[in-house]
């Protein structure tokens, strides 16, 4: 249905600015600006479903990086793990997620500054299958400018071609190591090496499942599908029709190869097909079970839409129902449990389970089938295995598994889909950032659904009748194509009092209802807002230093380590106290004064700093503070400062803005501690412009 826009009535949404503040005072406390500024806002009714979406929100800012001159990256893990990119500690497997999540931060700068990281400063590595493309396509289309995709579109289209080592031209299918594929232990794999034919496999990772297991596998396939046509799309704005005409034909020609060959006849789900052979599986064969990444084919529509030849897979989505199939009691499952090697552990350090995926329960997955679930619901409707309300119930069971106790909120890396509670539980697992959910609630459950036309498109999966449905919500702020979107919807209409059904509004006016929930298009004028940025980064932090010998550093007159010092400028910035992040003194019996020295590797203008500090435990924010300058051999205070606020706050930002001065030394100089007290610095940044 399309509605011209024809503003009939001028009206607010519901969220007033008060509302707004107080919902972020009550989930952030004093970070609270920051969200103010930079997130939509939500209220429904559901408790768990609204602490999830902004505890999800805090997550994804605790891994967004300063990293220099190039903007910000995002990060899969708040430690550093080896396998990482050095010295960004970033990864090419969790981008995609990095960029559906952040596509609806209102400030697009981040999303973009971290596209032309993965192109332009080499962040798309190739050590792992993605999706990038086809994300950053998703992600401007959220903001309606294409500036950044365009920049890279030379290096996109090179990282798309690299893929052909992993190309088998007879099959027209890709392959992958499922390792690669960052899934280490399914099916293929530890049928591949023997120990999925033995009661006592090998502990050696090489032959128990770790690695091996070569496979044309549905989501290496389907990446490469998405991606093809993200490529096509963007020609096709630049106007090359040739090109365009080129990478749909890959496409066309991957997707065919994918139905006829990755779809399982025997098991009615799309599965592996073994590359290679080995001493226990042959090249060609299909896997011996279902997975959850038989789902991924609908991620990014690869199945066609509603014909009679795509009907056939629509039976796949029975299976993700059943208790005996992929549906566990606490998780849905990577496995189903009749693999004979369900859940069996063959991977630990010191001594604690690691990451398998023959049955665990995955955010990673979970948010991948959900979306490829959304899109089903969305634009498959002729079928009749599953249904808005199951997509209800199976995030709401997702939304559980990020409460790690009751009442504390901790995303970790997997979980017993039968049990409950996370498996891994390492150091390194907690506030995972391997997934989606704000995407899964605003394009899924609310039905925001992006295009790349002038158009907003609304597609709603919230249930309108049923038990424990969700009777209300109401969203602001949502940034679309430079328009203020907001939505609200009221089963009874006895909580907005504003009539029953669903009310969209657009730059403060009402366009909508309240009316049925029913799939919308709403034509948009067209704007120059400056919400839109381009390519535009962050404002470059001079302090951050991720590693370089080169960069500025910091000396202290004490530190609990060398490592928690350099912390305090590594461009990494959280509040989450069970990982540890930034500069505290050593203890000290006499509670004396302490002090940390940043020093840069040239003069530079320097117009404003912003300090971070922990609230958490013993620490709490320092009683005080100089901000000095080295001048003619000696420390001296920096005149004329502004302090915002005027009393140092924990968790939360402090800004000293000063007069523009060029240094190449600054000092922050702390009074004695409280006893039984401390104070982390968790991250030291300075900028050339004063800071808002």
């Given at each position: 249905m399309l509605v011209l826009l024809s503003f009939v009535l001028c009206a607010q949404a519901q969220l007033s600015p008060k509302a707004v503040h107080t919902l972020a005072t009550h989930y952030f406390q004093q970070d609270a600006p920051w969200y103010e500024k930079n997130i939509p806002f939500l209220e429904i009714d559901d408790p768990e479903i609204q602490d999830v979406y902004y505890y999800r929100w805090k997550v994804f800012r605790s891994h967004i990086r300063e990293i220099g001159p190039e903007g910000t990256t995002v990060l899969e893990f708040l430690p550093d793990v080896p396998w990482a990119r050095e010295p960004w500690t970033d990864l090419n497997d969790s981008s995609a997620f990095h960029l559906m999540e952040g596509r609806w931060m209102r400030d697009p700068r981040t999303v973009n500054s971290l596209i032309e990281h993965l192109y332009t400063g080499g962040g798309n590595t190739r050590a792992f299958s993605e999706w990038i493309a086809a994300a950053s396509l998703d992600a401007v289309n959220v903001t309606g400018d294409d500036t950044t995709l365009r920049n890279n579109f030379q290096q996109m289209q090179r990282i798309y071609e690299q893929w052909d080592d992993h190309f088998d031209r007879d099959r027209n299918l890709y392959w992958i190591e499922p390792l690669a594929d960052a899934t280490e232990y399914t099916i293929a794999s530890i049928d591949a090496s023997g120990a999925g034919f033995s009661e006592h496999p090998s502990t050696d990772p090489a032959h128990n499942g770790f690695t091996g297991g070569y496979a044309f596998r549905p989501s290496i396939n389907t990446y490469q599908y998405g991606n093809a046509l993200a490529i096509a799309e963007i020609a096709r704005r630049e106007g090359d029709s040739g090109l365009e005409q080129k990478y749909r034909d890959k496409a066309e020609k991957l997707q065919k190869a994918t139905l006829l060959q990755l779809w399982n006849t025997k098991l009615d789900h799309f599965t592996d097909r073994y590359q290679r052979s080995t001493e226990f599986v042959k090249a060609g064969e299909q896997i011996r079970g279902r997975e959850m990444v038989g789902y991924?084919?609908?991620?990014?529509?690869?199945?066609?839409?509603?014909?009679?030849?795509?009907?056939?897979?629509?039976?796949?989505?029975?299976?993700?129902?059943?208790?005996?199939?992929?549906?566990?009691?606490?998780?849905?499952?990577?496995?189903?449990?009749?693999?004979?090697?369900?859940?069996?552990?063959?991977?630990?350090?010191?001594?604690?389970?690691?990451?398998?995926?023959?049955?665990?329960?995955?955010?990673?997955?979970?948010?991948?089938?959900?979306?490829?679930?959304?899109?089903?619901?969305?634009?498959?409707?002729?079928?009749?295995?599953?249904?808005?309300?199951?997509?209800?119930?199976?995030?709401?069971?997702?939304?559980?598994?990020?409460?790690?106790?009751?009442?504390?909120?901790?995303?970790?890396?997997?979980?017993?889909?039968?049990?409950?509670?996370?498996?891994?539980?390492?150091?390194?697992?907690?506030?995972?950032?391997?997934?989606?959910?704000?995407?899964?609630?605003?394009s899924g459950l609310l039905g925001i659904r992006p295009s790349s036309d002038n158009v907003l498109n609304i597609a709603p999966l919230l249930p309108v009748s049923g038990k424990n449905v969700p009777r209300y919500f109401s969203l602001t702020g949502v940034l679309y194509h430079g328009h203020e979107v907001a939505m609200s919807y009221d089963q009874l209409g006895d909580h907005y009092h504003q009539g029953k059904g669903l009310t969209i509004f657009v730059d403060g006016k009402r366009v909508y209802g309240p009316s049925v929930a029913k799939h919308l298009q709403i034509a948009l004028p067209k704007t120059t807002s400056p919400a839109t940025r381009g390519g535009q980064l962050e404002p470059e932090d001079l302090a951050v230093n991720i590693g370089t010998a080169d960069g500025p550093h910091v000396t202290a007159s004490s530190s609990t380590s060398e490592e928690a010092l350099k912390q305090a400028i590594d461009g990494r910035l959280w509040f989450f106290p069970e990982v540890s992040n930034g500069w505290t003194p050593a203890d000290d019996p006499s509670h004396s004064e302490s002090w940390i020295e940043l020093t840069l590797p040239r003069p530079r203008t320097i117009s404003s700093v912003e300090l971070y500090f922990l609230g958490a435990g013993i620490y709490r924010a320092p009683l005080g503070i100089q901000l000095q300058t080295y001048k003619q051999g000696a420390w001296v205070e920096v005149e004329n400062q502004a302090r915002f606020p005027a009393v140092l706050q924990a968790n939360g930002k402090n800004t000293i803005n000063i007069p523009p001065t060029t240094i190449t030394r600054l000092r922050l100089l702390f009074p004695p501690t409280l006893p039984a007290t401390s104070f982390r610095l968790v991250e030291w940044k300075a900028y050339e412009k004063a800071q808002e």
């Open positions: 991924l084919p609908w991620l990014l529509e690869l199945v066609p839409r509603n014909t009679a030849a795509s009907n056939v897979y629509d039976i796949a989505w029975s299976h993700l129902l059943s208790p005996q199939e992929l549906h566990g009691a606490a998780g849905v499952r990577t496995v189903e449990p009749s693999y004979p090697r369900y859940m069996a552990q063959y991977r630990y350090e010191e001594a604690k389970p690691e990451c398998e995926w023959n049955g665990p329960s995955w955010p990673f997955q979970t948010s991948q089938m959900l979306t490829s679930l959304a899109n089903f619901l969305d634009d498959y409707p002729k079928q009749n295995f599953i249904t808005a309300t199951d997509y209800l119930s199976l995030l709401r069971q997702y939304t559980r598994q990020h409460f790690y106790l009751p009442g504390k909120l901790d995303l970790q890396e997997d979980y017993d889909p039968d049990q409950g509670g996370p498996i891994v539980g390492l150091q390194r697992s907690h506030h995972y950032e391997h997934s989606t959910y704000v995407d899964l609630i605003l």
